[in-house]
């Protein structure tokens, strides 16, 4: 247990216990937790013949119940999980060794508006184990606003080969290395995909999606979107908002052409539900790397 260390602050009482056949001798505490202050305990021996450190019990019963919301948490995200790629695969559209896709790899190029999106992604993985434990908290005890206790998200807006995927799936890859797995997308797969599907697995597939403990919406806004497709975006989306689950969405549009695209209610309580940061000015890291791919500096890499 990760508990306060008490600090005693009287004698120790001992009683044999002889008069009492079959209980062992037990020690009587008074000490002071630094949280829940003075308090008093009786330990008992153990078959070695040595006496446990007191302990808060407060402190104990709120560890227990710590450690049972996190598990919960992580079985529920696990379980979402495993749900959608039985049904998807790894990932649907996407790139299925995304484990290789990490912050360390992503390179800023030293520009500060680009370092800061960087500190952002990585505290927005890092404490989100801690920001679903405050959500189910806050459900567990009647919050109105529960939900928002980990609703918001990231959406990356800009143009092609400029980092918006890659930043996205060291997300979903420090998340998971958290012990709770998310699930990615592409848009235009995932339209596909749900629409293929016979109806009841299309409301199984709909209710993973807006269940599942984060959701990458990968090129959003990519093709040009039916009624249908406007509508399921939207039930995602909406039903992501109404259980406090966040989306990491990457997009080509601008706001205005996000509206036109997926319709103002989708846009909106996307936009609303995001942290935007706006990678259109960010250097197109895909064609640095292309550079090299020409007569000259290529001669012998076949």
Not at 99 to 122: H, N
Not at 248 to 277: F, G, H, K, Y
């Amino acid at each position: 247990m990760n508990l306060p260390n008490p600090t005693p602050i009287s004698a120790v009482a001992e009683t044999s216990g002889a008069s009492f056949a079959g209980v062992p001798p037990c020690r009587e505490y008074d000490f002071n937790c630094p949280v829940h202050g003075i308090q008093h305990d009786r330990m008992y021996m153990r078959p070695d013949g040595t006496f446990p450190a007191p302990y808060c019990r407060i402190c104990a019963r709120i560890e227990e119940e710590r450690r049972n919301r996190i598990g919960q948490i992580k079985a529920d995200a696990l379980s979402d999980a495993i749900a959608l790629r039985n049904l998807f695969g790894p990932t649907l559209g996407g790139d299925e060794s995304f484990e290789t896709f990490t912050f360390d790899r992503f390179k800023t190029s030293g520009v500060p508006y680009i370092e800061k999106a960087l500190a952002l992604c990585e505290r927005f993985a890092n404490r989100f184990l801690a920001r679903a434990e405050e959500r189910e908290i806050a459900r567990a005890n009647g919050s109105p606003d529960w939900q928002k206790k980990n609703a918001i998200g990231i959406c990356f807006s800009g143009s092609c080969g400029v980092g918006k995927t890659f930043l996205a799936l060291s997300i979903l890859n420090r998340i998971e290395k958290l012990g709770v797995p998310g699930y990615f997308v592409s848009c235009p797969s995932l339209m596909q995909a749900v629409l293929d599907l016979p109806f009841g697995e299309k409301t199984r597939a709909i209710q993973l999606l807006t269940r599942t403990a984060v959701l990458v919406l990968d090129d959003v806004g990519a093709q040009s979107w039916k009624p249908l497709e406007q509508q399921l975006l939207f039930q995602v989306v909406d039903g992501r908002i109404a259980r406090g689950r966040p989306i990491i969405a990457t997009t080509n549009l601008s706001r205005r052409q996000m509206e036109d695209s997926l319709t103002p209610r989708t846009a909106q309580r996307l936009v609303a539900a995001t942290v935007s940061i706006d990678a259109s000015m960010w250097p197109n890291l895909r064609m640095q790397q292309a550079a090299s791919l020409d007569l000259d500096h290529f001669v012998e890499g076949f």
